[in-house]
C-alpha cells in the first residue's frame, strides 16, 4: 500500500526559508518520478515542483522557480523541497504525489503559512 507522509510545514516570515519533507513507502521509490502540489483554499491544487527517475530531472511553477529546489534521497525513501525567500502567496497546504499502477496518491498534506 502507497504511503505518503509529508513533514516540516509550520509558521515562517516572508523571506525566510523551510524545508519540506515526504517518507514515502509501499513501492520501489527510486523508480517513480516524484512531485510536490499545493492548494490554497477555494483554488485547484497546483503542481510546484517535480523530479524524474532518470537524471534527476526538475520542473518547477513559474511562481516557485529560483526559490524552490525539489530534491530526493532513494536510500531513504524521502522526496524533499527546500523553500526559499517565501512570500505569503506561498502559504498553502503542501502534498507529496506520485503516481503507481495508474493512479495518483497524495499524502495528507502539511500547511505551510507565510506571515509576520
Known amino acids: 500500500q502507497v504511503q505518503l507522509v509529508e513533514s516540516g510545514g509550520g509558521l515562517v516570515q516572508p523571506g525566510g526559508s523551510l524545508r519540506l519533507s515526504c517518507k514515502a513507502s509501499?513501492?520501489?521509490?527510486?523508480?517513480?518520478?516524484m512531485s510536490w502540489y499545493r492548494q490554497t483554499p477555494g483554488k485547484e491544487r497546483e503542481l510546484v515542483a517535480s523530479?524524474?527517475?532518470?537524471?534527476?530531472?526538475?520542473n518547477y511553477a513559474d511562481s516557485v522557480k529560483g526559490r524552490f529546489t525539489i530534491s530526493r534521497d532513494n536510500a531513504k525513501n524521502t522526496v524533499y523541497l527546500q523553500r526559499n525567500s517565501l512570500k505569503a502567496e506561498d502559504t498553502a497546504v503542501y502534498y507529496c504525489s506520485n503516481v503507481w499502477r495508474g493512479r495518483r496518491y497524495w499524502g495528507q498534506g502539511t500547511q505551510v503559512t507565510v506571515s509576520a
Open positions: 523530479i524524474a527517475i532518470v537524471g534527476g530531472a526538475t
Open positions: 509501499g513501492f520501489i521509490f527510486s523508480n517513480y518520478d
